[in-house]
């Protein structure tokens, strides 16, 4: 039989695909523990038959906030199930930008088979109380996205979910997280912020690269196979995500060139294929601001091109040598060293190549390793082959 349906389910580097998806929440969420702290002691009352709290999640896009409130919530219900009836529903306010909308989400999470069609908000309000009230159960209402809710329809039906007990004789009944990307405090009523408190707020800052290889380490391990992805593929990754800071991005470009090196027969992942990755992703640095840049950088860029085809990362003396060549063979005399430093600082601060650090191993002085996780290496090499003559020539 043909062998082109060998592929489907070979499994030669991703195992578990399912770790990748949109929905997955890793049971550690990695270094948030500082984070995951301060949301329980906001819940600290919660173990007590009738505490409720209330918490606000911000951050920017890819912060983790949602991952936060999810995995809290799981982690919560389960430390407390001898001692309360917990249960939480999660709700995007992104689709369900109205009262009614929100309502109707609660009430269907929580009984699938409820009627909700044709009921109005406080109808839907009554049916959630004796629900749960009839179960014996506290609620967690994550309302996710909550800023798409406030701007469309205001904060009332926060408000009145928050006031669920006050004038019937239920205590207790029910808790919110409210989460969003933005300052979102502003956007809110006196009546809701004071029951909110401004004290139960969390700001979650962007990843940075490091936490970034932390996460897709973790991924790594458990979604791919043992051996097909080097540290040097995390790091590239890594560096690619970190001008958004966004975690997401990086476990979507993790997985792509997963994909990409099994799609091309391979067991192991290599510089390419995130490469290939990043330049399909939507927010992609414009790979095109080449144009503009002087003429030896240009040759220093196009000598770094040339090796990061092959290898990961250049070494800043590597990088040197081979901006020698390359002037040789565009009959340049190479600039000296200072200006070699000013160029590749320069490249970095464009986002063309990314520069790190590192003690020397041998001898005195610092060494940069230099790589490009935005863009092709072979298409930016092409490019300036033909942009150096004509910059030359002038
Ligand atoms: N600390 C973390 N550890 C492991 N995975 C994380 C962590 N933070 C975020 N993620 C993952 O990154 C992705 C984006 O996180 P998410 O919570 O959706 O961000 P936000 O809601 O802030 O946009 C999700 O797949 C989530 O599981
Ligand atoms: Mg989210």
């Known amino acids: 039989m043909s062998s082109y349906l060998d592929r489907i389910g070979a499994g030669l580097v991703l195992n578990n695909p399912e770790v990748f998806g949109f929905d997955f929440i890793p049971d550690i969420l990695v270094g948030r523990e500082e984070l995951q702290k301060e949301l329980a002691?906001?819940?600290?009352?919660?173990?007590?038959?009738?505490?409720?709290?209330r918490a606000v999640i911000t951050g920017p896009v890819g912060s983790g906030k949602?991952?936060?409130?999810?995995?809290?919530?799981?982690?919560?219900?389960?430390?407390?199930?001898?001692?309360?009836?917990?249960?939480?529903?999660?709700?995007?306010?992104?689709?369900?930008?109205t009262p009614s909308r929100v309502m109707q989400k609660i009430v269907q999470d929580l009984d699938p088979g409820h009627p909700d069609r044709g009921l109005g908000v406080g109808e839907l309000l009554t049916s959630l109380r004796r629900m749960l009230s009839n179960s014996n159960s506290h609620l967690i209402v994550i309302l996710d996205e909550v800023d798409h809710l406030l701007r469309r329809s205001g904060d009332d039906i926060i408000y009145k979910?928050?006031?669920?007990?006050?004038?019937?004789d239920g205590t207790g009944t029910l808790s919110t997280i409210l989460v969003s990307q933005e300052q979102i405090l502003d956007l809110l009523e006196n009546a809701v912020l004071s029951r909110v408190g401004r004290s139960n707020h969390i700001r979650i800052p962007p990843y940075d690269e490091n936490?970034?290889?932390q996460i897709i380490s973790q991924r790594r391990d458990l979604g791919l196979v043992t051996g097909t992805c080097p540290d040097e593929i995390l790091e590239l990754v890594a560096q690619a995500a970190a001008p958004s800071g966004?975690?997401?991005?990086?476990?979507?470009?993790?997985?792509?060139?997963?994909?990409?090196?099994?799609?091309?027969?391979?067991?192991?992942?290599?510089?390419?294929?995130?490469?290939?990755?990043?330049?399909?992703?939507?927010?992609?640095?414009?790979?095109?601001?080449?144009d503009?840049?002087?003429?030896?950088?240009?040759?220093?860029?196009?000598?770094?091109?040339?090796?990061?085809?092959?290898?990961?990362?250049?070494?800043?003396?590597?990088?040197?040598?081979?901006?020698?060549?390359?002037?040789?063979?565009?009959?340049?005399?190479?600039?000296?060293?200072t200006t070699l430093w000013k160029h590749l600082k320069r490249l970095a601060q464009e986002d063309i190549i990314v520069t790190r650090t590192a003690k020397a191993e041998v001898g005195r002085g610092r060494t940069q390793h230099i790589s490009m996780p935005h863009m092709l290496p072979s298409d930016v090499a092409r490019r300036l082959e033909t942009l150096i003559p004509t910059k030359i020539r002038r």
Do not use: W
Request: glycine share 6%; aromatic share 4%; charged share 30%.
């Open 246 to 290: 966004d975690a997401r991005q990086s476990i979507e470009l993790l997985e792509g060139a997963a994909k990409r090196a099994e799609s091309s027969g391979r067991s192991i992942i290599e510089p390419k294929d995130v490469q290939r990755t990043v330049i399909t992703m939507p927010n992609n640095v414009d790979s095109m601001n080449i």
């Open 66 to 97: 949602t991952a936060l409130a999810k995995r809290f919530c799981k982690d919560v219900i389960r430390h407390l199930a001898d001692k309360r009836n917990i249960r939480h529903v999660h709700v995007n306010c992104r689709n369900a930008a």
């Open 161 to 168: 979910l928050m006031r669920i007990d006050e004038d019937r």
């Open 292 to 337: 503009d840049i002087p003429v030896h950088a240009m040759l220093i860029l196009l000598g770094l091109c040339r090796r990061l085809k092959k290898q990961e990362s250049v070494t800043s003396g590597i990088a040197e040598k081979l901006y020698h060549v390359v002037c040789e063979e565009f009959d340049e005399s190479p600039k000296g060293h």
């Open 41 to 53: 002691s906001i819940f600290g009352s919660i173990s007590h038959p009738e505490g409720t709290a």
């Open 211 to 213: 936490g970034l290889f």
